[in-house]
């Protein structure tokens, strides 16, 4: 399933100083409204968001109009009505957003739970369904947002609302603990990109960029020769333990190191994503209370870095 005539870009922005650029309730349903506004005008979609107190995290897919303009407009009408209601002057935005382009088929997914787990990383709640001001709940159903997309994520979890709701729900929960991934923080003045090699290849015929250097490949070749077993093993149907976890440690790795997405990964192994994603948890869950794992991880991770 594939719909991207151009590429997902997530987006950062933040308060002047660190300083809150929400204050009430109006103040986040205007930005709702200047969203709305902005992808009829300009034909954008959003397939994700999240407002947070002092920045905002999105998930946009442009079409002609340049994401430059559309970052400008949309900030340029929140300060000048931030400034009104608060009878003051200057900026409220801490300079030029960041902007990091997105491998959709790899990538889109694990950005979109990211922006939904903002708050629980934030310690504002517990479960991001409670959340107010971020997608999430629109994704389960829970409210109605009619400029979000959520068509492509949701598909990509079954062809029935109600059974793509629900797996997508156990795809968000499986990382509550998920803390900060620097991949989805790069940016800025030069581009940054996040996909795989065919994609880094294709985006890198159009002007320089830095490439990724670790491949999936590598990951698994290094994780294989660790566990003594045959990469084949990995994506057939055999549930012995030993396979389960190197496949979750593939996948934590491919994280950690920023390789690949579960996306890729699931795909390589032939598994269903939420349920790599559970294991992948269990990994993570397994290297904070054994040091000894812990330091097996440190030492695979020197072995995919260091080659």
């Known amino acids: 399933m594939h719909l991207f005539e151009s590429w ?4 950062l922005w933040r308060g002047n100083g660190g300083e809150d650029i929400f204050f009430t309730k109006e103040d986040r349903f205007h930005f709702y409204h200047l969203l709305e506004e902005g992808s009829q005008r300009y034909a954008y979609r959003i397939h994700g968001f999240c407002l947070m107190r002092n ?4 998930a946009l897919q442009i079409s002609d109009v340049s994401l430059s303009k559309i970052m400008h407009n949309i900030s340029f009408r929140y300060t000048r009505w931030v400034n009104k209601r608060k ?3 200057g900026h409220l935005f801490q300079g030029r957003y960041k902007a990091l382009l997105v491998d959709a088929d790899s990538y889109l997914l694990e950005l979109v739970r990211y922006i939904h787990l903002n708050p629980v990383r934030a ?7 409670d959340y107010p001001w971020s997608s999430h709940a629109a994704f389960l159903g829970l409210e109605t947002i009619p400029w979000l997309t959520t068509e492509w994520v949701l598909g990509q979890f079954g062809k029935r609302m109600s059974t793509a709701q629900k797996h997508f729900k156990s795809f968000v929960v499986a990382q509550l603990d998920e803390g900060h991934r620097e991949e989805f923080h790069r940016g800025g003045d030069d581009s940054r990109l996040l996909g795989d090699d065919s994609f880094i290849e294709h985006v890198l015929a159009q002007g320089p960029t830095r490439r990724l250097t670790i491949s999936l490949d590598h990951v698994i070749k290094v994780v294989c020769k660790r566990y003594n077993i045959e990469q084949k ?3 057939g149907p055999s549930r012995i333990r030993s396979l389960s976890e190197a496949r ?3 996948s934590f790795l491919c994280r950690q190191t920023g390789a690949a997405s579960q996306t890729e990964v699931a795909r390589r192994f032939k598994r ?5 994603s559970r294991i992948t948890s269990r990994i993570e869950g397994k290297a904070k209370t054994s040091r000894d794992f812990a330091e097996k991880l440190d030492i695979y991770i020197n072995a995919i870095t260091q080659a």
Request: hydrophobic content about 50%; overall charge negative; proline content about 7%.
């Open 272 to 276: 269903d994503i939420a349920t790599l």
């Open 55 to 58: 920045h905002v995290h999105l």
């Open 123 to 129: 310690g504002l709640v517990n479960d991001p369904a």
């Open 87 to 89: 009878r003051r002057i």
């Open 233 to 235: 093993d990995l994506a």
């Open 248 to 250: 979750g440690v593939v």
């Open 8 to 11: 997902p870009i997530i987006s």
